[in-house]
């Protein structure tokens, strides 16, 4: 039994609770593991109304995939008999997205503190996305020589204007307000009332109307205003700067602007590894008139180039185990990244291409 990730039912509900507080919630494998049947089963189960996701520990809803895992596991060959780690947890991790994206039923996560990379997979894709005056959001990928995967390139481009991609490109930490704004957010609600909120779905009688319907009225009964977004504030600038379809040009746009904000945001880009922005870039253009089924194939591909990259395990050890925050990327500077070595980055895996069924 995998105790990272709690399983129950509360009468009608299927609750999961992520359970690796001291990691933030980081989603591994074994956790995509025990989640996927779990939510399978569920989908099938005639008792079963609606499902709840949250995180435990208070400080995280999930903080990401365990990249860390996998950088690590690039280091030295596959145990004998298994697949390397790189393939197997994001073709997993992928594929629980997948279910989500399609599941039948009512499900509703509570995003309470970090919800950054993996943690948006595992709700975004979702019918309810709660969150709390104490989110914390962000697709940071670009910092650690990755790209913004689980689905991002679905659901960053359906954010107002381009707002999704300088999310996707500068990282940046938005707050609950935000979330609201760029409608990852569904229902915005304080975080003492989260337990409540459980409490309501089990007791909720289900059996009158359609369940999303029953669980959108259930859910605001609890809603708050969370108030204005910063980031919405931005719009205008964003959208002139980041609707350009070449990294260069982007930070161009920003540095003709001469404000401080814009300053900031061409600063930002300059310490994100430049293969990751090309990549980011051409995969938000590509999959933006894309079905999310075709997404997924793309962003494995991706993932499986991107991982054997230098960069990737430059920014992991700069970020997450050194912790010094300087990475040497290779190539050091965009003029450097080759368009072929870009392109490269999208073809195809031949018979090891993730495809989902539609």
Known sequence: MNTDVLLETRGPVGLVTLNRPKALNALDLGMIRALHPALAAWAKEPSVKAVVIRGAGGRAFCAGGDVRAVAVSLGSPAPEGQEPLSRSFFREEYRLNHLIHHYPKPYIAL????????????SV????????????????????????????????????????????????????????????????????????????LAATDWSVGAARDVATRVLSGFTTEPGPSPLSAHRETIDRCFSKNRVEDILAALEAERTPWAEETRATLGRMSPSSLK???????????????????VEYRLSQHCTALPDFREGIRAVLVDKDNRPRWNPPTLAEVREADVEACFSPLGDRDLVVPH
């Open 111 to 122: 995003v309470d503190g970090i919800s950054m990379g993996g943690g948006l997979g595992l």
């Open 125 to 200: 894709h979702g019918s309810h996305r709660v969150v709390t005056e104490r989110l914390v959001l962000a697709m940071p990928e670009t910092a650690i020589g990755l790209f913004p995967d689980v689905g991002g390139g679905w659901f960053l481009p359906r954010f107002p204007g381009e707002a999704g991609t300088y999310l996707g490109l500068t990282g940046t930490r938005c707050n609950t307000a935000d979330a609201m704004w760029l409608g990852y957010g569904t229902q915005h609600v304080t975080h003492d009332t989260l337990d409540a909120v459980v409490d309501a």
């Open 279 to 297: 990549v980011t870039l051409r995969q938000l253009r590509l999959c933006r008139s894309r079905p999310y089924d075709e997404v997924v194939t």
